[in-house]
């Protein structure tokens, strides 16, 4: 709408100038080919060359025989009238009074239009529009309303105690009589912390969609600029937006890029950022009440922010959105699922149980992409291979069936997962294997996935050795096969991975005798927010490295006596990977037995389709719709 008035304005203004231009230039050519003096007028009188004469007042305008136009100015005392009539001359007057005016409204025309342009660019730059030269002063406060579509509580799953505690907000919106009766106050801010990805936005606006206010919506990073002092006129002009829309929410996402501890980090902070933040806990909690005013903030860096944001009276109410739990996961899918036809064969549940540590947009993206593979390859309606395609894709990345690789290097793709397979296999304590593939997906060559039973909260000591000898395996494979001298970088990805872990046991959980129960893990990073000075010794620094390697070598150790005692079994799993390319769990423990991977058909319904299982051989089978479009017949 303001694009559309600026181009109108410049429209109109070129064509007012086009105009002036035009009368301007032609009123001047027809002066100077026109005039003549009063002596040539009187001179063309006396010659009877003159047919008709128009007075406006000292201009005199004749046309004479030649049919020309002229114009001379009389002396004020001159006396024309009683000559032109005593000639038998037609004689005209216009009105005085409207030829000064006319003559005055041209003469000043000009200097109007120049006085209302610069005004009009007076008040851009002072903030008339939000867009002007100067009006990065302003806020960039987004208002939400009905037309964006209305988000309720009843599309947000997953996360039910968090809509609990933030219902008491919708509750005091729509009847604020209720709680102040009782003497009791509404939160004045509301900070949702989770993950990436959890639907903290999806329900702030949810909020806002079930009281019916306003809802303003803010980046934190829209309030940082260049210049002193402007993040802070941005949240003093978003608070007055906010006070004439009262009751209403102000959204602010990510306000770790806004709300940091101050005085923390290399030079001692930021001056606009902290003058920014400032300015945000006085509004929030100052001299003036922000009546009807609800800050819902957003954040997955709880710990960077500063205390003062955090106390009581600012944001009162932490609301935590972790990642959902099996239940939560099958009520998104069926959310993300209402506009998506699915075959009589998809269980949401199954798919639930298989996407653990899924969060609400990873399940979204699920959902696309099975609707996505299924509408490649024609399908009426979205099947379970679909979604297993789909989270295959979503989990281990896309197949890369172009990829050349040769026999040598899918042979020790091979020995390398399967590796990893019998090792975890092996070990109770390792989540168990889903799905193993030499398929190239993603940057790797070939993959290793195990998804826990149940989701997993916590983690123990022996998990995590027990863990790290899986990690390991892949390496200990390639050397119990080719020797240490053929060893490949395959193993590189393997290495971070134990890396991170083992570092995390000693660094942070306090898992080493040696090192003990201290967090080291702050200084190992270089953040010295609360801990300013804090500093290992070298002695200590030889500890703990000695201790992460020391974790990771027993781990190596574990994997390589697993593989050297189930020999045959390792063996048989990676000339069944060779010849498959891709086994699910059960086929691997088959193949592992030395049994086909198809099985005998009476496998548990919970378990995930195979992708290689084939119809048992001479049993009939019932036709089955799949979903796809029938093929056109001739």
């Known amino acids: 709408m303001g694009n559309a008035r600026n181009i109108v304005f410049w429209v109109v203004l070129f064509l007012l100038v086009v105009s002036l231009f035009n009368v301007f230039s032609s009123g001047s050519s027809s002066l100077q080919s026109t005039q003549r003096s009063y ?39 001159a006396q024309v009238t009683d000559m032109l009539i005593a000639r038998d ?53 987004k208002l939400l309303t009905e037309k964006h579509g209305r988000v309720t509580f009843d599309d947000v799953a997953g996360i039910d105690e968090a809509k609990e505690e933030l219902q008491e907000i919708v509750e005091f919106l729509r009847n604020p009589q209720k709680f102040s009766r009782l003497g009791g106050k509404i ?19 949810a909020i806002a969609g079930e009281a019916g206010v306003p809802f303003f919506t803010i980046s934190g990073s829209d309030f940082v600029e260049m ?23 102000v959204f602010i996402d990510e306000i770790d890029a806004v709300g940091r501890a101050r005085g923390v980090g290399m030079g001692g902070g930021n001056d606009e950022r902290e003058q920014t933040l400032n300015q945000l806990l006085v509004e929030m909690d100052g001299f003036e009440a922000n009546e009807g ?52 064969d998809v269980d949401l549940r199954i798919i639930a149980r298989g996407t653990p540590g899924f969060s609400g947009a990873d399940l979204a993206n699920l959902v696309n992409e099975a609707a996505l593979t299924a509408a490649r390859v024609g399908r009426r309606f979205v099947t379970m291979v679909d979604f297993e395609n789909a989270k295959d894709k979503v989990m281990m990345g896309a ?41 190239p997906r993603g940057g790797a060559l070939g ?59 000693v660094l942070r959980w306090g898992m080493s005798d040696k090192i003990g129960n201290v967090d080291y893990s702050e200084a190992a990073d270089g953040y010295t927010g609360n801990t300013a000075g804090f500093s290992v010794s070298a002695h200590t620094k ?31 799993l990676a000339q069944g990977l060779l010849e498959y390319e891709t086994l699910t769990g059960e086929e691997i423990q088959r193949v592992m037995k030395g049994e086909p991977p198809q099985g005998n058909g009476d496998d548990d319904a919970g378990n995930a389709p195979s992708v290689v299982a084939m119809p048992k051989a001479g049993k009939a089978r019932k036709p089955k719709d799949d979903g796809l479009e029938p093929e056109p017949t001739a």
């Not at 205390?307 to 959310?335: C, H, M, S, W, Y």
């Open 89 to 141: 001359i037609p004689v005209t007057a216009d009105a005085q009074e409207q030829s000064t005016f006319q003559a005055v409204l041209l003469s000043l025309l000009p200097f109007v239009l120049l006085i209302g342009v610069w005004i009009y660019f007076m008040n851009r730059m002072q903030g008339g529009g939000r867009g002007g030269a100067m009006g990065f002063g302003k806020s960039k406060a």
């Open 293 to 344: 005013v609800i800050i819902v903030a957003a954040t997955n860096r709880r710990d960077v922010l500063d205390p003062a944001l955090l106390r009581p009276g600012r944001f009162d109410r932490q609301v935590t959105v972790p990642n959902p739990d099996i239940k939560g996961r099958e009520k998104i899918l069926g959310v993300h699922a209402k506009k998506t036809p699915l075959g009589p």
């Open 39 to 77: 002596s040539e007028f009187i001179q063309a009188v006396n010659d009877g060359s003159v047919q008709k004469v128009t007075l406006d007042g000292e201009r005199v305008l004749y046309t004479g025989t030649d049919n020309r136009e002229y114009v001379a100015i009389r002396p004020t005392d």
């Open 447 to 505: 993959m290793v996935v195990s998804l826990p039973e149940i989701d997993r909260l916590n983690w123990h000591k022996a998990e995590c050795q027990q863990k790290l000898a899986m990690t390991m395996a892949g390496k200990a494979a390639e050397i119990i096969k080719y020797g240490a001298d053929n060893v490949s970088n395959g193993p590189a990805g393997d290495i971070q991975q134990a890396s991170q872990l083992a570092r995390a046991m």
């Open 399 to 439: 197949e890369r069936r172009s990829m050349v690789l040769t026999p040598d290097q899918k042979e020790k793709t091979a020995y390398h997962e399967a590796g990893h397979a019998v090792v975890g296999l092996s070990l109770p304590e390792c989540d168990p294997v889903y799905k193993a593939t030499i398929i």
């Open 542 to 572: 030889e500890a703990i490295e000695e201790e992460v390697r020391q974790f990771i070598q027993d781990g190596y150790d574990t994997a390589y006596r697993i593989l050297t005692e189930k020999n045959d079994e390792w063996e048989r």
């Open 227 to 249: 210049f002193v002092g402007v993040g802070a006129s941005r949240v003093r002009d978003m608070f007055e937006q906010a006070k004439k829309n009262a009751p209403c929410i």
């Open 187 to 205: 939160p004045k801010g509301a900070l949702l912390v989770g993950p990436p990805g959890t639907g903290k936005t999806l329900l702030a606006r």
